[in-house]
């Protein structure tokens, strides 16, 4: 860190240190002129949401906590670097809620207060955990602690955030079948180049497009997903770690890898994919596929439904495909990307600071977000308005008023959407507008390549508590291995090469002491799988 870093970090941590104590965990006089408690509540949220304060559900919220809420509003985009200081100057707010992950709680779980004790006055939470036995694993840190309640969204969820589609009607028009291997894709994407598909007389079709691959390693919708091909059920990120049989393994070092390097090194080379796959930011790749007016652009990607990568105007041209083999003649059971349990169960999303003043009524707090009522309600928006509530446990989830753009727009404009923290289970009866449920049929394509796959024994799990010392270490190697790896992917891509220099490339993982990690990631699995055991899961069953 160099002077002039320093300086700046030092000096944030001084102003949110000073914010936070003039109305955090607060001074003797946090409380309101009529004799209520105040409780300062930090809410990381969407950019696209309105104030807290002016949520109308945030007041049937004070009102269960009996105490005044003081909210401090963050823009997800600007959180990191407050939340960096905040950690440095060992100060939280009362509440925090978005704000910090189980991947915090190994070196500042002191900062947090633990509700395992609590929980006897928190009577929803409480019954969440009974209900859902998974929500309490992911919940539960190395040495046995509760640091924060999750959310939990088991009602209608998807086991993947990764779906992947191709132009039907430009298939159709070319007299192409829906490809299902790597060589049929292959010639799919060329004539997408060649055969002018959408019909403008330009060669502006851009076959295959994907979200650019990041230094840090991969993230969703990006081409690594085409290791389910060859058996590899690979998680959100992990940086190339996967399970299989219950073993860790790393496919960056797997001939499987390099196998897929090649073949879309080939797909460069024939110039059918993006030729900024590897550069464009996050809006470059979104507005590129939402074509121009009704003609489409992009051939085939990847992303969580048509209508959310494609807009409302082109998604109909696009339909869901599986797993693709990578050979006709293969033997292995084609498998599919899972990150289902970091969708359906979200590890600390709220946390109370342990210098909390008016704990109780932290508590309350935080209790009732775990209410059927406020859980619909902090997810969707607030009664009448955006929400009707038909009986105790039946909500039918309202179309948005003329004046904004669609359901998903309304939902993150008055609610904290997918961010709140809550409990939307089989306990309750959600009716939904299409928008929220288009992602269950683009899901289901994927039936018979989650059948290939033990939930129980296949999966690298989201939100395993790790220790200090194994967070350290695996950080400390990460650096390594991430330069490593993701500068050789784009490279080898783009230019080839990976056969020449495979073996001194995984002599050099081996080196950042990628082998460490992997067995630090086996124990860190293996803890958790028995938390799993001790709590009675079973993740084939609950289908999660």
């Not at 998974?134 to 955030?161: C, E, F, M, W």
């Not at 039907?168 to 291997?181: F, H, I, N, S």
Request: charged share 20%; aromatic share 10%; proline share 4%.
């Amino acid at each position: 860190m160099n002077k002039r870093t320093l300086v700046q970090a030092t000096s944030m941590a001084v102003v949110l240190t000073m914010a936070l104590s003039a109305c955090g965990s607060g001074g003797d006089d946090a409380m309101t002129d009529d004799g209520r408690p105040i409780v300062t509540v930090q809410v990381v949220k969407d950019a696209r949401a309105e104030k807290m304060e002016d949520m109308e559900w945030t007041k049937d919220l004070e009102t269960a906590c009996g105490c005044s809420i003081e909210w401090q509003d963050v823009a997800s985009s600007s959180w990191d670097q407050q939340k960096q200081a905040s950690l440095a100057a060992g100060e939280v707010a009362d509440v925090t809620i978005g704000g910090f992950g189980s991947g915090d709680m190994g070196e500042y779980g002191s900062l947090f207060l633990d509700l395992k004790p609590e929980l006897a006055n928190m009577p929803n939470v409480s019954k969440m955990f009974e209900a859902e036995p998974y929500a309490q694993v992911i919940s539960t840190t190395t040495d046995g602690k509760i640091l924060g309640t999750p959310r939990v969204s088991t009602n209608g969820t998807a086991r993947t955030s990764n779906h992947m589609f191709i132009n039907k009607q430009w298939l159709d028009k070319l007299g192409l079948a829906v490809p299902t291997t790597w060589d049929e894709l292959r010639t799919v994407l060329n004539a997408f180049k060649t055969q002018d598909p959408n019909g403008n007389g330009k060669a502006d079709e851009i076959p295959l497009d994907f979200n650019a691959p990041g230094t840090g390693g991969f993230g969703l919708f990006q081409p690594n997903v085409l290791l389910a091909s060859e058996g590899i059920t690979v998680p959100n990120g992990a940086l190339g770690m996967y399970v299989k049989d219950g073993k860790v393994m790393n496919y960056l070092t797997d001939e499987r890898y390099k196998d897929l390097v090649s073949y879309l090194h080939d797909l460069w080379s024939d110039g059918v994919i993006s030729a900024e796959a590897f550069t464009h930011d996050w809006s470059k790749y979104i507005s590129t596929a939402k074509g121009e007016g009704t003609t489409a652009i992009v051939g085939m990607t990847w992303m969580w439904t048509p209508s959310d990568i494609f807009g409302t105007k082109i998604s109909g041209q696009y339909i869901t495909i599986p797993a693709l083999k990578k050979s006709a003649d293969q033997t292995e059971p084609t498998v599919w990307a899972y990150n289902g349990d970091d969708l359906a169960y979200q590890a600390d999303r709220l946390v109370i600071s342990a210098k909390v003043k008016h704990k109780d009524a932290a508590l309350k707090l935080a209790d009732a977000f775990y209410s059927s009522d406020m859980s619909v309600q902090a997810s969707y928006g607030a009664f009448d308005s955006a929400v009707e509530k038909v009986s105790d446990t039946e909500y039918k989830v309202l179309d948005p008023p003329s004046d904004h753009e669609n359901a998903t727009e309304w939902m993150f404009f008055q609610s904290l959407a997918d961010g709140a923290p809550g409990w939307l289970g089989k306990n309750i009866t959600l009716d939904l507008p299409a928008v929220h449920t288009e992602v269950q049929p683009v899901d289901a394509v994927y039936d018979e390549d989650y059948a290939n796959v033990d939930f129980n024994n296949d999966i690298l799990y989201a939100n395993m508590p790790m220790t200090p010392e194994q967070t350290s270490t695996m950080n400390a190697n990460n650096t390594g291995i991430t330069q490593g790896a993701m500068s050789k992917f784009a490279q080898w891509v783009t230019k080839g090469g990976v056969d020449e220099e495979w073996d001194a490339y995984v002599e050099n993982l081996g080196k950042n002491n990628l082998d460490e990690n992997i067995s630090i990631e086996q124990d860190v699995y293996d803890a958790f799988k028995q938390t799993m055991a001790e709590a009675g899961v079973d993740l084939n069953s609950d289908e999660q």
